[in-house]
C-alpha cells in the first residue's frame, strides 16, 4: 500500500471511530439532560411536598395553642363555679337564719340575746359567701325581670307601678356574673 492510501485508511478509520464517538456524546449528553430533567421534578415535587408539611405543622401548632388557651378557660371557669352547689345548700341555712330573726323580732317573748347571735351568725355566713362571690340580688321595688326573678304571685297595688316587685319571698343569689337562685317574689299588677 501507498502512502496516500494508508493515510485515506487512517482517515476512515478515524472517520468510523469519530462518528461513534460523537453519537456517545450526543447519548451521553441526552442521558444527562433526561436526568436532570427528573432530578429537576423531583426536586421540584419535595419543594411542594415540604411546603404541605410546614403548612401542616404551623396548622397543628395553632391548634395546639387554641387548644391550650381553651383549656386554660375552662379550668378557671371550672374553678370559678366549683362550689356552687356547696353554696346552694349554705342558702338554706341563710334563709332559716332570716326566718328565725324575723319571726323572733315579730314575737314580744323571745330572747333579744338570741336573736343577736343568730343575727351575728348570719352576718357571718354572708360574709364567707361574699368573700366567694355570691351576692343577693336586689329585688324589692325593682321593675321584675324574669331572669333574676321568679314572679310566684300577682297583687295589684296603687302604690306601684304594674310589673314591680312589692314582696321579696326568698332572696335571689348570683355565683360572679352567673345566676344561683332566682329571687321568688310578688309582682303588681
Do not use: C, W
Request: glycine content about 2%.
Amino acid at each position: 500500500m501507498t502512502d496516500k492510501a494508508i493515510k485515506q485508511a487512517e482517515t476512515a478509520d478515524m472517520d468510523t471511530t469519530a462518528e461513534p464517538k460523537a453519537d456517545t456524546d450526543k447519548i451521553e449528553k441526552k442521558k444527562s439532560s433526561v436526568l436532570i430533567e427528573e432530578l429537576k421534578t423531583k426536586l421540584e415535587e419535595k419543594e411542594q411536598e415540604a411546603k404541605e408539611n410546614y403548612d401542616r405543622f404551623l396548622r397543628n401548632a395553632a391548634e395546639l395553642e387554641n387548644y391550650k388557651k381553651r383549656t386554660a378557660r375552662q379550668m378557671d371557669e371550672f374553678r370559678k363555679y366549683a362550689n356552687d352547689s356547696l353554696i346552694m345548700e349554705l342558702l338554706t341555712v341563710v334563709d332559716n337564719l332570716e326566718r328565725a330573726i324575723q319571726s323572733s323580732l315579730d314575737d314580744e317573748n323571745s330572747n333579744a340575746s338570741v336573736v343577736e347571735g343568730v343575727q351575728m351568725t348570719l352576718d357571718e355566713i354572708l360574709k364567707i359567701l361574699d368573700k366567694f362571690g355570691v351576692k343577693p340580688i336586689a329585688a324589692l321595688e325593682q321593675a321584675f325581670d324574669p331572669v333574676f326573678h321568679q314572679a310566684v304571685m300577682q297583687e295589684e297595688s296603687n302604690d306601684s307601678p304594674a310589673q314591680t316587685v312589692t314582696k321579696e319571698l326568698q332572696k335571689g343569689y348570683l355565683l360572679h356574673d352567673r345566676l344561683l337562685r332566682p329571687a321568688m317574689v310578688v309582682v303588681s299588677k
